[in-house]
């Protein structure tokens, strides 16, 4: 066993330098092998963020519980049953799943986290369904969270990704944009007025469509100026 002359930390075969202070470690006695297990976790930095991450979801379980168990119990004194209480019990869980869930990963997969949060309020909205009822859920309510979701999730995924040219980055989400607001206005004239009528949609969409133009635009003047730089060597 070896420890540092410097910091006196201890030191296994494996260290050439001490991780703490950076020292030369040189002990005739133990000779090195880079294979030999070392007396320290190999990522100090990656254990730390774990225990924060539970941390912070156990503190967020706590103080969700507490108004979760709080409401339920006073529902269930007043009235004898669970009535009016589901409602915010139940979103209260979903807050619980969306704060929650994200805190257990170790990658943070921006785009995986909003499908999975998505899917968290489809099944939100299906709880209130099975309270209130009506027919506003499979009409109204899950197509333009699932439309949401997809287009969020497309917007993320195309802004994270490394090898695409950030022009193009710009033109696909003002175009995903574009889409978005069409066929949100059209869910909402379908379940309104039983029919399709565009008009601010159709503006904003113009609009996110002119501005995905400018941007290949740009781009493309971007590209020829970068090309002509290289051509002439300087
Ligand atoms: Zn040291």
């Not at 709880?127 to 309510?141: E, N, Q």
């Not at 802004?159 to 980055?169: D, E, F, M, N």
């Not at 969409?205 to 740009?218: D, E, K, Q, R, T």
């Not at 971007?222 to 090309?227: C, F, G, T």
């Amino acid at each position: 066993m070896s420890y540092c002359v410097n910091c006196g930390v201890e030191l296994g075969a494996s260290e050439k330098h001490c991780p703490l202070c950076g020292v030369e470690v040189i002990n005739p006695a133990v000779r090195f092998d880079a294979g030999a297990e070392k007396p320290f976790p190999m990522d100090i930095e990656k254990v730390r963020h774990k225990l924060v991450r539970i941390a912070a979801a156990r503190i967020l379980g706590v103080l969700l519980a507490i108004p979760f168990i709080s409401i339920l119990l006073v529902d269930l004194v007043q009235d004898g049953a669970l009535t009016w209480s589901l409602i915010p019990a139940s979103a209260i869980a979903l807050a619980f799943m969306l704060a929650v869930f994200p805190c257990l990963f170790s990658k943070p997969r921006v785009w995986f986290f909003i499908l999975m949060g998505t899917l968290e309020i489809a099944l939100f909205l299906f709880v209130l369904l099975m309270i209130l009822g009506g027919s506003w859920y499979y009409l109204f309510a899950l197509p333009i969270t699932f439309l949401t979701g997809a287009a969020l999730t497309g917007g993320c995924l195309i802004i994270t990704a490394r090898k695409v040219w950030l022009p193009l980055k710009v033109i696909i989400v003002f175009l995903i944009l574009m889409v978005y607001v069409i066929v949100l206005q059209m869910l909402i004239e379908i379940y309104l007025r039983g029919c399709i009528k565009l008009d601010w949609s159709l503006y904003a969409g113009v609009s996110c469509g002119l501005l995905s133009l400018a941007a290949l635009i740009v781009g493309r003047l971007v590209q020829r100026n970068e090309n002509f730089r290289k051509q002439m060597f300087f």
